[in-house]
């Protein structure tokens, strides 16, 4: 390397639309530029690494629970890799909405790579609807992810009603330190030259919060899709559950029955990137509110949900399989 990369963090709590975020600034990077995206997600799947690799970005997974959690080995693995596959003029960092920041920006300042990489700003995402709900606002994560950030920005204004806009800006004023900058904005969509400049590598209130890990260190390794073609898993902590399905692509889902499954009341997520009758299609629910797009094919169709409550798999399964369609 013959200068560090910059790198730019990108926090936000559940479902607040961080990978909108980072594929909006995917589109507006400059054309002989490349960029590198490390994901890590709370459940199995790496729906979201599916949907980033739609803008040509060098896309490197850290699936399974939360990036601070696996900051060691499993982190600095994907990290090395990305960064030795890509070369990248710039570096964009989305750890699960449900994961603790200390612990990763302890390890991208620390000595592994104080040469390699340069934090810049870090960036929150805050829905300001969700600050009128005490489990989120209580939530050690939420208020950690907002105190490391240098610049908060609240996303989804489109959908929020003006007192709730004005309650944002109260909140995010009364933060000490003053943050660097906040923004307004919808539907994820950043100004490029916010990723500039330097972290003030702000302290978090509860820095210790979130050394129990759940889960193993080591990755569990991926079964072939040719030799399993429907295949379960199931992630759980921080007072969540996960299941993800990875299916053979050859099967094909009725996408009302998708649609339906998915406004299901248990769930605070669900996500997808799927075959369906009506063509391969993105889905997002977060919040009750579903979104559908068109997407290119891929090798397997991906689907997870994320619950409070702890889920039948068996029963979920069933559903799923419910909404397989009749092919010709």
Request: charged residues 25%; proline residues 6%; hydrophobic residues 40%.
């Amino acid at each position: 390397m013959t200068s560090p990369i910059p790198t730019n963090l990108v926090l936000g709590f559940l479902g607040v639309g961080k990978t909108t975020t980072i594929l909006d600034l995917l589109k507006k990077k400059p054309e002989n530029e490349a960029w590198a995206v490390l994901v890590n997600e709370f459940g199995e799947v790496g729906i979201d690494g599916a949907m980033l690799e739609t803008e040509g970005a060098f896309v490197r997974e850290v699936p399974g629970g939360c990036m601070c959690c696996v900051a060691g080995l499993p982190m600095q693995i994907g990290l090395n890799q990305l960064i030795h596959k890509a070369k990248p003029d710039r570096l964009l960092i989305e750890p699960t909405g449900l994961g603790h920041p200390s612990q990763i920006i302890e390890t991208l300042t620390g000595e592994h790579y104080q040469d390699v990489l340069k934090l810049g700003p870090v960036l929150c995402l805050v829905d300001p609807r969700r600050l009128e709900e005490p489990r989120v606002v209580e939530n050690v994560q939420f208020r950690d992810q907002v105190a490391a950030a240098d610049i908060v920005v609240a996303n989804k204004t489109d959908l929020c009603q003006p007192e709730q806009l004005a309650r944002f800006d109260e909140w995010v004023g009364s933060l000490q330190p003053a943050k660097t900058a906040v923004f307004h904005t919808r539907q994820g969509r950043m100004d490029i030259g916010w990723l500039d400049g330097e972290t003030g590598l702000s302290e978090v209130g509860s820095p210790h919060a979130h050394h129990h890990h759940h889960g193993s260190a080591e990755p569990l390794p991926v079964p072939d899709i040719r030799d399993e073609p429907w295949q379960q898993v199931s992630n759980q902590g921080q007072g969540h559950f996960s299941l993800g399905w990875r299916v053979h692509s050859d099967t094909v889902f009725l996408e009302t029955g998708l649609l339906v499954l998915a406004m299901d009341s248990r769930f605070v997520r669900f996500k997808a990137v799927v075959h369906t009758s009506e063509g391969w299609r993105t889905i997002n629910m977060a919040d009750g509110a579903l979104s559908v797009s068109e997407c290119e094919p891929r090798d397997l169709s991906r689907i997870e949900l994320i619950s409070e409550q702890s889920l039948d798999a068996d029963e979920l399964d069933a559903s799923l399989r419910e909404a397989i369609g009749q092919t010709e």
